[in-house]
T-cell receptor
């Protein structure tokens, strides 16, 4: 499968724990996006990388959230001290710079108990 | 402010009937408009984009700048069209992040 992959697909954690998700974009894509989708809503933009540079962050991304893309390939999204309100589907998407279409991964569903 | 509104959370029609999923947007400038679809247990995927002016799986969408609308239409619904549909927009510069509507769940009844 040469599409965007995300791991894990599901994560259940207790409030206050830290979690980390991984996204592997399509190999030649230099743009990588993170979105969050809560129940009954469309995806909402969190942050975006071009190569290894994080160029934009949403106000939704509190200080407890951090994202990295150290070598311009895969990306990680870490949530520290998780809260029940963090329960959502976290989606990753990738694209080529200048190409408008984003390709989405299957998402990581986070449940915070 | 950038916003996409899909007024119908649920839409149910019979097979063979016409379908129209509504989408209105607000954006300062000239956005790119898209329809994304998510079939059961599949990932979100692009259905069509306004700039392509193409028909995909029998669906078309016309951008009406005066009414700031981008409604999705299909003359004869098929059972395999049952899915979640999201209208989205993006700017043509910068991050080109997508702004999504809440989505419409379309159910085609046999």
């Amino acid at each position: 499968d040469t599409g965007v992959s995300q791991n894990p697909r599901h994560k259940i954690t207790k409030r206050g724990q830290n979690v980390t998700f991984r996204c592997d974009p399509i190999s030649e894509h230099n743009r990588l996006y993170w979105y969050r989708q809560t129940l009954g809503q469309g995806p909402e933009f969190l942050t975006y990388f071009q190569n290894e540079a994080q160029l934009e962050k949403s106000r939704l991304l509190s200080d407890r959230f951090s994202a990295e893309r150290p070598k311009g390939s895969f990306s990680t999204l870490e949530i520290q001290r998780t809260e029940q309100g963090d329960s959502a589907m976290y989606l990753c998407a990738s694209s080529l710079a200048g190409a408008i279409e984003q390709f989405f991964g299957p998402g990581t569903r986070l449940t915070v108990l | 402010a950038q916003r996409v509104t899909q007024p119908e959370k649920l839409l149910s029609v019979f097979k063979g009937a016409p379908v129209e999923l509504k989408c209105n947007y607000s954006y300062s400038g000239s956005p790119e408009l898209f329809w994304y679809v998510q079939y059961s247990r599949q990932r979100l995927q692009l259905l069509l984009r306004h700039i392509s002016r193409e028909s995909i799986k029998g669906f078309t969408a016309d951008l009406n700048k005066g009414e700031t609308s981008f409604h999705l239409k299909k003359p004869f619904a098929q059972e395999e069209d049952s899915a979640m549909y999201y209208c989205a927009l993006t700017g043509t510069q910068g991050a080109q992040k997508l702004v999504f509507g809440q989505g419409t769940r379309l159910t085609i009844n046999p």
